[in-house]
C-alpha cells in the first residue's frame, strides 16, 4: 500500500541479461501478454553491445563516451540510485551480472545489494562473492585480511551453517581456477566460469525476502528494486523438462560445458568460422538452449508478479522488464557476418532487445519508434507520474529523439587478448580492442560508422547506399564516433579480471 495517493510509484526494473528480442517474442509468452495490456516498445535499441557500458547508461542516463565507463576494468557511478533516494525511495538490487556488482561499485548507493551470480548454494546464507569483492574494491593487498572478515562476518549471519556451505562452494570455486585440472571435475562448482552454479531461484527467492521485509519494515516508503537474471547469457543450461522441450532429450553437464565453452564461446566460435569447422547441428543445439533459458527467465517474472501481487504493492508498482543487450546464436547478421555472443558485433540481434512498461493504470499501447534503453533513468527519476497520469499514452523520456537513437560500442582495450587468441585474425581482434564502432537507428533505417573508416547502411530490407541513408541518421552516428575518439583503448586489467573474464568470452 502506498503512503498516499500523491506518493510516486513503486518501480521494479527486470533485466534479462543478453536476451534478444525476437526470441522474447517468441519464447516470453509472460512477457508478451503482459505487452498487450501495457505499454511495448518495439524499436528498443541497447546504448551499447555489452553489460558494463549499457548498464552505465541506464543508471546514469547517458551514452557511453559521456559516463566513460566503457573499459573492461571500468567503474559505474549509480546516479539513478541516489537521485531515487533523495525522493524517498528504499533502494535494493539483486543483481547476477559481475558488471553490475560490487566488483564495480555498482552496489554503492543502494540501501541493500546482494549479487547472487557467485558459486554460493544458498541465496539465504551469506553473500560471499559479493561480500569479498566490496572488501577488496577497498583494498585488493589484503587476502588474508579478507577471508578473516568474511569468516566472522560468516559467524554472526543469521543462517551461520548455510554461509559456510557458501564459503565452501567458493573456496572450491577458487581452488579450481588455480589449479586447471579440477576443472576436469564434472561438477558446476569445478567448471571456469561460477555461471554453472547460478540459479535463477537465487534472485526470485531474494526478492520475495526483499518484498517481505520492506512491506514489514519500510512501507511508508516507495521502493526501487533492480535485478538482473543471467540465464540468457551463457552458459545456457535450461532445466531438463525444457531440454527436453526444445531438444526432444537431456544434456549431460559435460556435453553443456562442451557447448558452451566451443561452441557458444565467442572467439571460439570465430575461430571455427574462420576454419571450415562448424558443426551446424551443435549450433542448432545452442538454440535451443537459449530458447529454453527464456523461457525460463519468463517463467520467473510470473513469479515476480506474484510475489508483488502476495505482498499487497502489485496496484502502486511499475514494472520495467528489458535486457541490457541481446545476443548472436552463430547466424549471419545484415552485414554477412557470422558470431556467438555479443562481442566485436554490432548485429540487430545484440542491439535490439525487449522493453515492456507495465502497470495497472496503463492501457495497452504499442510503441513503435526507436527509443534508448538510457532514457529508462529519466522515466524512473522525472516521469512516472507523467506516465501513469496519462494511462500511457504519453511516455516522457522515452519518445523518439527526431526519429534517431543512438547506440555505441567504444574500444574495450586489452591488448593481452591478442595474445592469447594467436589464431584470431587480428583485424577481427581489432574490432573488438582497437575500434570505436557507433550506430544510429530511426523507424527503418540503421547506419554504422567506424573508426575504421568503414561506413554501412540498411532500410531493413538489406544494405543500401549511405547516400541514400537519411541525413539525420548519418549525422547522428558521426557525431557519436567523434564524441568517442577522445578515448584511447588501454586497459589497467588485473589477472584476476582477466581470468573472470575470459570466462565469460570477453578474453
Known amino acids: 500500500m502506498k503512503p498516499s495517493d500523491n506518493s510516486p510509484p513503486n518501480i521494479v526494473l527486470v533485466v534479462w541479461d543478453a536476451c534478444r528480442l525476437d526470441y ?250 574462420q576454419n571450415g569447422t562448424i558443426d551446424e547441428a551443435d549450433v542448432e543445439t545452442v538454440r535451443e538452449l537459449y530458447a529454453g533459458e527464456v523461457e525460463t527467465v519468463d517463467e520467473h517474472l510470473e513469479r515476480i508478479h506474484e510475489l508483488l501481487e502476495e505482498a499487497g504493492v502489485l496496484e502502486d508498482t511499475l514494472i520495467v522488464v528489458t535486457s541490457d543487450h541481446g545476443e548472436n546464436l552463430g547466424e549471419g547478421d545484415e552485414r554477412g557476418q557470422r558470431r556467438m555472443g555479443h562481442e566485436a558485433s554490432v548485429s540487430d540481434a545484440v542491439l535490439r532487445v525487449p522493453l515492456l512498461v507495465a502497470h495497472p493504470e496503463l492501457d495497452g499501447r504499442t510503441v513503435s519508434g526507436p527509443v534508448s534503453l538510457k532514457d529508462l533513468f529519466e522515466l524512473f527519476v522525472n516521469g512516472t507520474g507523467e506516465l501513469l497520469a496519462s494511462d500511457g499514452r504519453e511516455v516522457p523520456g522515452l519518445l523518439p529523439f527526431k526519429g534517431a537513437t543512438a547506440s555505441q560500442y567504444p574500444a574495450t582495450g586489452g591488448e593481452k587478448f591478442f595474445e592469447r587468441h594467436p589464431g584470431l585474425d587480428p583485424e577481427t581482434i581489432r574490432h573488438r580492442v582497437a575500434y570505436h564502432s557507433t550506430i544510429a537507428y530511426d523507424e527503418t533505417w540503421k547506419v554504422i560508422a567506424e573508426s575504421t573508416g568503414e561506413r554501412w547502411a540498411g532500410d531493413g530490407e538489406g544494405e543500401r547506399s549511405l547516400d541514400n541513408a537519411p541525413a539525420r541518421l548519418v549525422e547522428t552516428a558521426e557525431k557519436h564516433l567523434a564524441a568517442l575518439q577522445q578515448f584511447g583503448a588501454e586497459s589497467g586489467l588485473s589477472e584476476e579480471d582477466i581470468s573472470q573474464l575470459e570466462a565469460l568470452g570477453y578474453l
Open 24 to 273: 522474447a517474442q517468441e519464447y516470453a509468452s509472460n512477457l508478451t501478454e503482459l505487452a498487450t495490456e501495457n505499454v511495448w516498445f518495439e524499436r528498443a535499441i541497447a546504448p551499447s553491445p555489452w553489460s558494463l557500458p549499457s548498464h552505465a547508461s541506464i543508471f546514469t542516463g547517458k551514452y557511453p563516451h559521456e559516463h566513460g565507463c566503457h573499459r573492461l576494468d571500468g567503474s559505474i557511478d549509480n546516479d539513478l540510485v541516489d537521485r531515487l533516494s533523495e525522493k524517498g525511495y528504499r533502494t535494493y538490487g539483486i543483481s547476477a551480472n559481475g558488471f553490475a556488482s560490487q566488483r564495480t561499485g555498482f552496489h554503492e548507493g543502494f540501501d541493500e545489494f546482494h549479487y547472487t551470480g557467485g558459486r554460493e548454494r544458498y541465496p539465504e546464507g551469506l553473500d560471499v562473492s559479493g561480500f569479498a569483492q566490496r572488501r577488496l574494491g577497498k583494498d585488493e593487498s589484503v587476502d588474508s585480511g579478507v577471508l578473516a572478515a568474511t569468516l566472522r562476518e560468516m559467524v554472526w549471519h543469521a543462517h551461520p551453517l548455510k554461509s559456510a556451505a557458501n564459503l565452501l562452494s567458493v573456496g572450491l570455486g577458487e581452488l579450481s581456477d588455480a589449479y586447471a585440472p579440477l576443472q576436469r571435475v564434472p561438477h558446476p562448482v569445478f567448471a571456469p566460469d561460477s555461471g554453472y552454479c547460478y540459479s535463477p531461484e537465487h534472485n526470485t527467492g531474494r526478492i520475495g525476502a526483499v518484498l517481505e521485509d520492506h512491506v514489514r519494515d519500510h512501507n511508508d516508503s516507495p521502493f526501487f528494486l533492480f535485478t538482473n537474471y543471467m540465464n540468457t547469457h551463457r552458459p545456457y543450461k535450461p532445466r531438463p523438462e525444457l531440454q527436453e522441450k526444445h531438444l526432444g532429450r537431456t544434456l549431460s553437464f559435460r556435453e553443456i560445458r562442451r557447448l558452451n565453452e566451443h561452441v557458444a564461446y565467442p572467439w571460439e566460435f570465430v575461430e571455427d568460422i
